[in-house]
């Protein structure tokens, strides 16, 4: 078994200045995706689901800052050339955030930029 090669005293230097950044941890389910950010939830939609729905044209954001949701409630409805679609939210809590750039344009909404399609933070309200 060939030994394995110890980093030089540079190596470990410069890794303690620059150290690799872990890839965020994100969950999916219908067409949803979460990842958690402290006690705050990013949610927004699926590479898999957008691709599915082709081409979008319009984007309606069906919450604002403050409300409150209930597990299942639809969060953001898609159009494309292909079929009209509601995404719902996977828990309760109260929405802090809404990314109005993507409802303004929903033309940027891509597949290959994933985490840049976030739709809203919510922070889940434990009783």
Not at 11 to 22: D, G, I, N
Not at 31 to 54: D, K, M, N, P
Not at 64 to 83: F, G, H, N, R, T
Not at 108 to 125: C, F, S
């Amino acid at each position: 078994m060939p030994e394995q090669q110890r980093p030089s005293v540079w190596e470990l230097f410069k890794s303690f200045f620059h150290p690799k950044k872990a890839e965020p941890k994100v969950t999916t389910l219908n067409g949803v995706w979460w990842e958690q950010r402290h006690t705050i939830y990013r949610l927004g939609i699926t590479s898999e689901a957008i691709q599915q729905l082709g081409k979008i044209s319009f984007a309606d954001l069906l919450i604002e800052p403050d409300q409150v949701l209930d597990q299942d409630q639809d969060i953001i409805e898609v159009e494309s050339d292909k079929a009209v679609q509601n995404f719902k939210t996977p828990f309760e809590g109260t929405v802090v955030d809404v990314n109005h750039f993507l409802i303004e344009n929903p033309e940027a909404i891509t597949t290959n930029r994933q985490l840049e399609n976030w739709v809203l933070d919510i922070r889940i309200d434990f009783d």
